[in-house]
């Protein structure tokens, strides 16, 4: 199985806080894995280092087998490694419409010129083609801002894997939804995911969608992986349980 990602021996100190310490993943084509750690565990930096937020110390990253050591955030999302943040970014005074044609203005096929229009039959038929596959067409023209949270998380991960995406990383999909949206939103997205037998990665605190979502699991601890393998396996790991969820399994409602 082709590697997409590969990440070896990451350090990333900020003064005396270790961030990463020899932290060394491999992601191959297809895989759908989550990434755990208490707040402040390096899950975070990890990303950052990957997308070209952070930039490590020392220790390598490749893309399908290229180097993106340090490269900036836009040469690696060219590349084909998007992401989405805990926070949805999104235009909030843009209706959902709008904000899809930024997106593919920005990363998109169709490159953004200011000698041309967004607006256009050929860039909003698309708009509209990921609206749907999202489920979210319904809000095409409601003002983002005011979006329930599940939709805005949606719209945010819709924008993110814009373009030619291979890899998509997610920083906690399901921070700030209610219990009773979580399994829609993720259905949802796994689905679209799947469609496009997309790699994805993604951040998450709650064990009931680790669980049912990531077959394998990469446990975070003091800026190092502690565990990784199959998803049982890592939450009945006596590290994991100690340091990241405790001698039971606690879920978050």
Do not use: C
């Not at 990957?50 to 180097?67: F, R």
């Not at 801002?145 to 373009?163: E, S, T």
């Amino acid at each position: 199985m082709a590697a997409v990602l590969s990440a070896q021996a990451l350090e990333k100190r900020f003064g005396a806080v270790v961030a990463a310490s020899d932290v060394s993943v491999t992601i191959n084509s297809g895989e759908r894995v989550g990434v755990i750690g208490a707040n402040g565990a390096g899950k975070t930096t990890f990303v950052n280092l990957v997308t070209g937020y952070l930039k490590p110390d020392s220790g390598t990253i490749h893309h399908n087998e290229h180097e993106i050591t340090g490269l900036d955030p836009r040469r690696i999302m060219r590349l084909g490694v998007h992401r989405s943040f805990q926070i949805p970014q999104i235009f909030p005074e843009l209706t959902v419409f709008d904000n899809m044609l930024v997106a593919l203005g920005v990363a998109g096929k169709t490159r953004f010129s200011v000698w041309r229009s967004l607006l256009n039959p050929e860039i909003a038929e698309s708009a509209d083609e990921v609206l749907q596959r999202f489920g979210i067409e319904d809000y095409r023209d409601q003002v983002a801002g005011k979006l329930p949270q599940g939709v805005r998380k949606l719209l945010d991960i819709a924008m993110a894997m814009v373009g030619d995406t291979s890899m998509l990383l997610l920083d906690e999909p399901t921070s700030g939804i209610s219990a009773d949206e979580k399994g829609g939103v993720m259905d949802t997205i796994m689905a679209v995911l799947d469609a496009a037998n997309m790699t994805v990665m993604f951040v998450e605190h709650d064990m009931e969608v680790v669980e049912r979502y990531a077959p394998r699991v990469i446990a975070f601890y003091d800026g190092r992986v502690i565990a990784d393998g199959p998803t049982a396996e890592v939450l009945a790991d006596a590290d994991v349980r100690t340091h990241v969820i405790g001698p039971e399994l606690h879920r978050r409602g």
